[in-house]
């Protein structure tokens, strides 16, 4: 079975802290992505990475950096965590054109 | 820039009725489509793929169709039951990067 897991469900932190979000797959897919979802706003994509040490900007790649070592592993970086990164953020990867989402992450910023 | 609406953004339907739930995209240049559902505070679970030389995927009592020339996919839910309250999303594909809509919140009352 496909699976995607994220370090951590909940998250609080406070304003200026480096955060670390992380996500394995177990499926060796080649492609990875880390997406924020805002009511009203949906789901947008921050960074995306389609092969070890690759990445690519997505649509809001302000504030984040990501890193990726090993084909299972995609971590995401708030380098100083501010309160509008208040949000559920989601990795997924994928094969064949499907996506695979992880049970997410809500993290609060204060 | 890939904009996606899905039309309606929320519906309450008795349990047993057959409904449709809509996905428009403006740029029809897309390679594939997909969609999910997302209970509250979770992650987002695949439904259906339907690739590029595809019309229509089905599984189970989902069937998703796509007309890329006008943009839209539907989404056909047939005897629905109160499992399948969620929300619904679909994303459309190119080059990597999926576009999401917000979603349809689905009630289905029993």
Known sequence: DVKVTQSSRYLVKRTG???FLECVQDMD???MFWYRQDPGLGLRLIYFSYDVKMKEKGDIPEGYSVSREKKERFSLILESASTNQTSMYLCASSFSYEQFFGPGTRLTVL | KQEVTQIPAALSVPEGENLVLNCSFTDSAIYNLQWFRQDPGKGLTSLLLIQSSQREQTSGRLNASLD????RSTLYIAASQPGDSATYLCAPEGTY????GTGTRLKVLA
């Open chain 2, 97 to 100: 990067k999926y576009i999401f």
């Open chain 1, 29 to 31: 897919h080649e492609n």
């Open chain 2, 68 to 71: 890329k020339s006008s943009g």
């Open chain 1, 17 to 19: 802290e480096k955060v």
